[in-house]
């Protein structure tokens, strides 16, 4: 039987926007019915982040009319998306014995991409374990940028919700929004010991533009956070954030996709070399990143390159004559990296990465009068699981990786890299999300040139009822400092419950208890955190 899939949740069954064409006769080729034979030449044809008809029958197109040709009792290669490739076998005839091995196929055509198995044999390793999902609407087309602090894909999955938003149309962009009103309370605010409680309001705003375009990608992203402390005034949160994404489709094959980011935020308080008294720190961030994709059959090749400017505000109110500039902790830093992948199915591919980076300061460090100027090097070996499984999606990786100092007084920060973020969907109703990240942070801490911050999570997410979603989260992180007897680790645990009134209102509330563990006289801490809420999103 043609293999189908169940309509997406969240749309209503007559939920059909017109404009393309869903003729599989038509649609394999890329050319809309009626329209010239080299209509696919004049319009590449990449399948759009929104489609225009119902997105568990979209196929995914290919670019050019490039699609090989398979002799007569061979089929092209299933690929994650389309739902029409396996056709239902027809009946046996009567006295009719077939033999023989299947043809080879012809000269020019990419025997990686003809699939010359027996029909029930395909079948059967298509649907065995991990079947690729329909088409999703909101399946983001400019990820490969940075794996490692780009990728959504296993969240998207993660997401188990009644509704999906469906956004506004403009020209030939869609426009999601989304507010969202909360109040938090906390048990301890300033994140030390003895605790301070308060409470506060928060207005958060989201808004994302992504065009509909058959080739090429174009993605805006703006945030906002305001939040107001009833009695501790430090703690308000005045953060916000843009950014801009692009892809340029060069070749069936190759892709530049790019990113543009300017990010603003208040450090937290328990992060390295934070203000512990006083106002908390602005963070100021300014991000460009670029990589180059090419596709060689299974082979896949990425560069990628990246520039971080991170500026720190003055921490002010620090009961001091004068404020602390931190003009030694402002950063340049740039990387370069190189990923290689080798596909052995679409949901299953393993890749090795280099990774270097340059670490630079103006200013010494005021506690030790030496620079933090460094040379990092990342090694990385893993498996990466694609972006449409329906059961599993995301990379594991495991490696070596190092930061050099420049000054010949501090000491070389190494360790090994686990790094993963894997979605797996157990069942209809029940969604595992698995995170791990090994991190080098740059200190000022006299004689330490860095810190090896390693984390890894579980969290769940369960539908109890259509509208009814709860989730649970567990997270480690562990702090180690280098050369100084400082180590530091804190465990989170969270539950959250949504109710999804309709498609556009969801209530929340969310709890969260932190407990903070240092080697440091008067470093433990513990909170507990409730946060109750409205959001709308279209």
Known sequence: MAQ????????????????????????????SPGAPADEALEVPDLRPAIPDDDPSADPIDPIFDETPRPRAGQRAVVVDGQIDQIEEQGLARDGVIEVGEPLPPEDGVDPLLIDTRPLEEAQLFQNAENPPAGFDPLLFQIEDIDPLRTDRRTRRLFQIE????????IGSFVYFPELEVSGFATSNVLRQSPSNSDAAAALQSRARLVSNWSAHALEFNATGLTSFYNEFASENDAAWNVEGRGRLDMTRRTNIQARLAHDVRQEGRFAVDANQIGDRTTLTTETAEATLNHQFNRLSVQLRGSF??????????????????????????????????WEFKPTFSVFGEV?????????????????????????????????????????????????????????????????????????????????A?????????TGSAGVIARTVGVEARHAFRRHIVATAGLTYLDQNYDN??????????????????????????RYEYFDFRSNQTGGDWTANDVRLGLRWRQ
């Not at 009644?162 to 149309?169: E, H, L, S, T």
């Not at 501090?410 to 890299?417: F, H, Q, Y």
């Not at 990240?437 to 801490?445: E, I, L, M, P, V």
């Open 162 to 169: 009644p509704y999906d938003p469906i956004g506004v149309r």
């Open 484 to 509: 100084v007897d400082i180590e530091e680790s804190q465990l989170t645990a969270a539950l959250g419950l949504e109710y999804f009134v309709n498609r556009e209102w969801i209530l929340f509330g």
């Open 4 to 31: 189908t899939l169940p309509q997406r949740q969240g749309l209503p069954e007559d939920f059909v926007l017109p404009g393309r064409a869903t003729d599989p006769a038509r649609a394999s080729t890329g050319i």
């Open 308 to 341: 971080d400017d991170i500026d720190f505000g003055p921490a002010t109110g620090t009961n001091v004559d004068e404020a602390n500039t931190n003009d030694d902790r402002d950063t340049r830093v740039t990387e370069e990296a190189v990923r290689v992948t």
């Open 355 to 435: 990774e270097t980076n340059q670490r630079r300061y103006d200013t010494p460090a005021q506690s030790d009068g030496l620079p933090r100027s460094s040379n990092g090097e990342r090694y990385r070996v893993g498996v990466d699981f694609g972006e449409t499984g329906q059961i599993l999606r995301g990379e594991v990786s495991i490696g070596y990786g190092e930061q050099d100092p420049t000054s010949a007084g501090l000491s070389t920060v190494e360790g090994i890299l686990v790094d993963a973020s894997v979605a797996w969907r157990a069942s209809d109703l029940t969604t595992l999300l698995f995170n």
């Open 437 to 445: 990240r090994t991190d080098f942070f740059d200190t000022n801490t």
